[in-house]
T-cell receptor, first 115, second 112 residues
C-alpha cells in the first residue's frame, strides 16, 4: 500500500541553525501539507501546497518557514533559523483532493529537537 | 475560534468496549474525523462522519455524533491489545478554509 515517508525520523539541531525536513508524498497525490505537534499539545496545521504554490497557511507559518517541491517526488519544509520553541513532531501529509477531501495520508513524522 | 477537546488517557481491559470522547465548539463542522496513531507511525484515518449524520458503524467501530451537545464519540467493540494507540479527533468547518482542527489525542491503553 502506498505511504507517505519522512526523513529523518529524528533531527537534533542547535538554535539558530537551518533545518530541512523531507517528505515523499504518495505519488499520484496533488495536495501536500505540513503539521506539527509540540509535545503534549494539539496537532496544528502549518501549510498546504498545491500546483507549486502555497494554498493555505496558518499563523504559525511565518517568514522563518518555507516549503518547496524541488522535484517530482520530494516536498520539503525549511526552518531558516530554528528556535527552542520549534521543537516538535512535524508531520507531512498528502491527499488526492484538497483540504475538503476526507482523507489525508500522514507520514510517520520527524521529531525535531532544538537545543 | 474552533476548539476540539479530548481526554488524554483511557485504560481498558482486552475484550471490553472502549469509548473515546471528543467535544468541539463550532457548530458549522462539516466533517468530523477519528485518526489513529500507532507508535512510530503517522496518523491513519480510521473513520469519519458528516455533520448531517448521527451515527456511523464500521465493523468494530461506531461513531456517534450529538450535534446539540457538540459531542463526538468513538466506540471500539471487543478492544484488542493491537488497538493500543493515540486516537485523534478532528473537525473541518464549512465555508471556511477547510483547515482541520485536531484535538490533543487520547492515549488508549489496552490491558491483557
Amino acid at each position: 500500500e502506498p505511504e507517505v515517508t519522512q526523513t529523518p525520523s529524528h533531527q537534533v539541531t542547535q538554535m539558530g541553525q537551518e533545518v530541512i525536513l523531507r517528505c515523499v508524498p504518495i505519488s499520484n497525490h496533488l495536495y501536500f501539507y505540513w503539521y506539527r505537534q509540540i509535545l503534549g499539545q494539539k496537532v496544528e496545521f502549518l501549510v498546504s501546497f498545491y500546483n507549486n504554490e502555497i494554498s493555505e497557511k496558518s499563523e504559525i507559518f511565518d517568514d522563518q518557514f518555507s516549503v518547496e517541491r524541488p522535484d517530482g517526488s520530494n516536498f520539503t519544509l525549511k526552518i531558516r533559523s530554528t528556535k527552542l520553541e520549534d521543537s516538535a513532531m512535524y508531520f507531512c501529509a498528502s491527499s488526492e483532493e484538497g483540504l475538503a477531501s476526507y482523507e489525508q495520508y500522514f507520514g510517520p513524522g520527524t521529531r525535531l529537537t532544538v537545543t | 475560534g474552533e476548539d476540539v477537546e479530548q481526554s488524554l488517557f483511557l485504560s481498558v481491559r482486552e475484550g471490553d468496549s472502549s469509548v473515546i470522547n471528543c467535544t468541539y465548539t463550532d457548530s458549522s463542522s462539516t466533517y468530523l474525523y477519528w485518526y489513529k496513531q500507532e507508535p512510530g507511525a503517522g496518523l491513519q484515518l480510521l473513520t469519519y462522519i458528516f455533520s448531517n449524520m448521527d451515527m456511523k458503524q464500521d465493523q468494530r467501530l461506531t461513531v456517534l455524533l450529538n450535534k446539540k451537545d457538540k459531542h463526538l464519540s468513538l466506540r471500539i467493540a471487543d478492544t484488542q491489545t493491537g488497538d493500543s494507540a493515540i486516537y485523534f479527533c478532528a473537525e473541518i468547518l464549512s465555508g471556511g478554509s477547510y483547515i482541520p482542527t485536531f484535538g490533543r489525542g487520547t492515549s488508549l491503553i489496552v490491558h491483557p
